[in-house]
């Protein structure tokens, strides 16, 4: 096996030690709930979406700003309407972790479809590797299990720091991806491009300034965006695509869509804000379901810059 794949955690006799019991009963409850019905779940999940208002109240306002940042044209009730919804993703986005990790392929495939994998497919045929940039919608984990059925694809990954839930975590995803590489290991994604494989790169969170550009996302004129999609397009044998992850009325959805022509184009700050303009259309076909608990805007041009979550 290439040193570049992460290595499978083996089961270890510690994990059935006290400590690790409610980590058990956790993982045994949520067991349960994942075989109930799916419109069953969809109301745990909302459940779940409140408690996130009483337990996560940091959270839930940084998705509040995030919004008001992003849709200044927004009124108050839309915020809150908007808000509200997006914490009964974020509820749901709890099971769905579950759903994508131990699911049968059979229920997967009974609920979900895929869209555009066309686009993906005409990249394959020219003999190179597919860039997959996608958004973190909040059903990504289950998103990766449906895209997974269709081609098995690369991923970076990062490792839980719970050792008995990295055990669980790995076998999860490891349903999903054909393997999976460590998340700062730049050279295995480029060699996984090259041996054409179907990498997922997510473009879309703040990693710091170190090998960032400052543009614009949605109504924030400079917003921390990583230069690693260029680093990979440009280094690598591949071609990208746009992938959407989508909660539906009847299931999930994986949606391909055509990556940016002439990219990368040799102006590194346009590209990257070609991107992010992308990544914006994407988060409006279903902004609710959107990681908006993220500190998108934590990193400032200027280290005296005053913080826009203060």
């Keep these: 096996m290439s040193q570049s794949r992460v290595e499978a955690p083996p089961f270890k006799l510690s994990f059935l030690m006290p400590q690790y019991w409610p980590i058990w009963l956790s993982i045994g409850v949520l067991y349960f709930i994942s075989w109930l019905p799916f419109k069953v779940q969809l109301y745990i999940g909302k459940g779940l979406g409140w408690i996130l208002t009483k337990l996560a109240k940091k959270r839930v306002l940084v998705a509040k700003r995030n919004l008001e940042l992003c849709f200044p044209e927004k009124s108050q009730q839309q915020i809150t309407e908007l808000l509200d919804a997006n914490v009964e993703h974020a509820g749901m986005a709890i099971l769905e972790t579950s759903m994508g990790w131990w699911w049968p392929n059979w229920r997967v495939r009974a609920l979900s479809e895929v869209e555009g994998y066309e686009h993906v497919q005409a990249i394959l045929d020219k003999g190179k590797g597919v860039l997959g940039l996608a958004i973190h919608n909040m059903n990504l984990e289950m998103a990766c299990r449906v895209a997974g059925l269709q081609h098995p694809s690369v991923a970076f990954y990062r490792k839980h720091n719970n050792p008995l839930m990295e055990y669980m975590q790995y076998r999860g995803r490891a349903r999903s991806n054909k393997y999976m590489i460590h998340k700062r290991n730049v050279k295995g994604l480029i060699e996984a491009l090259d041996q054409q494989e179907v990498c997922f790169y997510l473009p879309d969170q703040d990693y710091g300034k170190n090998r960032s550009e400052f543009v614009p996302f949605f109504a924030v004129p400079e917003v921390a965006t990583t230069k690693g999609t260029l680093l990979f397009a440009k280094e690598a044998n591949c ?50 379901q959107y990681l908006w608990m993220h500190k998108r805007f934590k990193t400032r041009p200027n280290d005296s810059d005053p913080s826009l979550y203060d």
């Design 239 to 288: 071609e990208t695509v746009f992938i959407v992850p989508l909660r539906t009325k009847d299931g999930y959805k994986v949606k391909y869509l055509p990556g940016l022509k002439s990219f990368p184009s040799g102006d590194d700050k346009l590209d990257i804000a070609r991107i992010n303009k992308a990544i914006e259309e994407m988060v409006e076909i279903a902004p609710e």
